[in-house]
C-alpha cells in the first residue's frame, strides 16, 4: 500500500508540473444537443525513435486506461480521454497537486459527474 502511495505522489508531481487537463465542451455533443464535456489528460515526453520513454510506461502503468501515441520520432504522448479514466486518474493523484492543478482537477471532475452520459463510479 505505501509502496502504492509513493508511485502516486511521484506520478501526482510528474503530471502537475509536464501534464495538461482538457475538459471542455464536446462538440459532438453541441451538434446532438447535448451539454456534455470532453475530457483528456495527455502528457509528453522524448524518447527513442523506437521506444516511448520510460516515463511514460511507468506513468501509464501507474494510471491505466490511456493510450501511448508516438507524436513524430522521438517524441511520445500519453493521452487518458474517457470520462471514468479521467475521473479516477485525477482522483488518484488529487492529494499531491499544487492549487492550479487542484483547481483544474476539481472542475474536470465536476464536469463529469455533471455530464448527461452515464459515467461508471
Known sequence: ?????AQ????????????????SPSTQAKR???NSVATQ???????????????L??????LPGGKIY???????????????????ALKSMLPWFGQRRTDQSHE???AINNSPYKVKQ
Open 8 to 23: 502516486l505522489s511521484w506520478a501526482a508531481g510528474l503530471f502537475d508540473g509536464e501534464g495538461c487537463i482538457r475538459c
Open 108 to 110: 474536470c471532475i465536476r
Open 57 to 62: 510506461t511507468r506513468f501509464a502503468d501507474l
Open 70 to 88: 508516438k507524436e513524430r520520432d522521438d517524441l511520445w504522448r500519453y493521452t487518458i480521454s474517457k470520462k471514468w479514466y479521467v475521473r479516477a
Open 32 to 34: 446532438h444537443g447535448y
Open 41 to 55: 489528460i495527455t502528457m509528453t515526453q522524448k524518447g527513442t525513435i523506437d521506444n516511448p520513454p520510460d516515463i
Open 1 to 5: 500500500m505505501l509502496a502504492k502511495v
